[in-house]
C-alpha cells in the first residue's frame, strides 16, 4: 500500500525529537498512543536507538503505520499496537510514553478515561509527553489556535483545543507531576509528566 503522509508530521518531527532526546534519555521502552500515519514512530525510533518504540492506534490506522515500519525495516519497532481510549488497551509496563495531536481530537470524555486508565500501562518512574496545543487561564494562546480550535469544532462538537490546568487536574489525578511546559512551533506544546513512584 501507498504509505500515508502528514504534512504537520515533516513539519514538527525535529523540534519534537530534542525534546524526546532530553526527556526520554534514560528511558527504554514508549509507547506511543494515537501513531497516526506512522512517520513519527519511523523518525523517533531511527534517530532514539536505545529505545523500543511501540506505535499504537485505533484498528484503522494500523495498516498505514505497518507500511511505514515495513519500509524502515527497523530493529526497535515492534508491530504497531491495536488501542482504542474507551476500548482496548494494549498489556504491558512502559516506562515513557508519548502522544501528537490528539487529546484535541477526543472528547473529553476520552480524555479523561485515558488518564484515569495510565496507571494501568506506565512503570513507576514513567516519563509522558505529550504534543499539542493547550489553553491557558480559558484563552487562545495565539489567533492561529482560536481559527484552528473553530475548524476543530466544525468537524465534530466533540473536539477542541484542551485548557492545561484542566489537562493538569487529570495528570495529577493519575499520580503523575508536571515538571516542563516547553514552547514548540507554530504555538504548539510538549508537556512532560513524571510519575510519582
Known amino acids: 500500500m501507498e504509505k500515508p503522509r502528514s504534512p504537520a508530521c515533516q513539519r514538527n518531527r525535529e523540534p519534537i525529537l530534542d ?17 497516526g500515519t506512522g512517520e513519527h514512530a519511523v523518525h523517533f525510533a531511527a534517530a532514539l536507538p536505545q529505545l523500543t518504540w511501540q ?3 485505533r484498528r484503522e490506522n494500523l495498516p498505514g503505520i505497518r507500511a511505514w515500519l ?9 508491530a504497531p499496537l491495536e488501542f482504542d481510549v474507551g476500548g482496548h488497551w494494549p498489556a504491558g509496563s512502559f516506562d515513557a510514553l508519548f502522544s501528537a495531536n490528539t487529546l484535541h481530537i477526543m472528547c473529553w470524555d476520552e480524555v479523561r478515561q485515558l488518564f484515569a486508565r ?6 513507576s518512574d514513567a516519563v509522558v509527553v505529550i ?15 482560536a481559527a484552528f ?6 468537524r465534530g462538537e466533540r473536539m477542541a483545543i484542551r485548557d492545561a490546568e484542566a489537562v493538569d487536574a487529570l495528570a495529577s489525578q493519575a499520580g503523575l507531576q508536571l515538571v516542563a511546559d516547553i514552547a514548540m512551533p507554530a504555538n504548539n506544546r510538549c508537556r512532560v509528566w513524571h510519575r510519582r513512584g
Open 19 to 35: 525534546v524526546l532526546r532530553e526527556q526520554f534519555a534514560d528511558r527504554r521502552h514508549v509507547l506511543e498512543i494515537g501513531s
Open 118 to 123: 495510565l496507571p494501568t500501562i506506565l512503570a
Open 70 to 78: 515495513d519500509d524502515a525495516r527497523l530493529p526497535n519497532t515492534p
Open 55 to 57: 506505535s499504537s492506534d
Open 149 to 154: 480550535d473553530v475548524w476543530l469544532k466544525e
Open 131 to 145: 504534543y499539542g496545543p493547550f489553553n491557558y487561564d480559558g484563552r487562545y494562546s495565539s489567533q492561529s489556535n
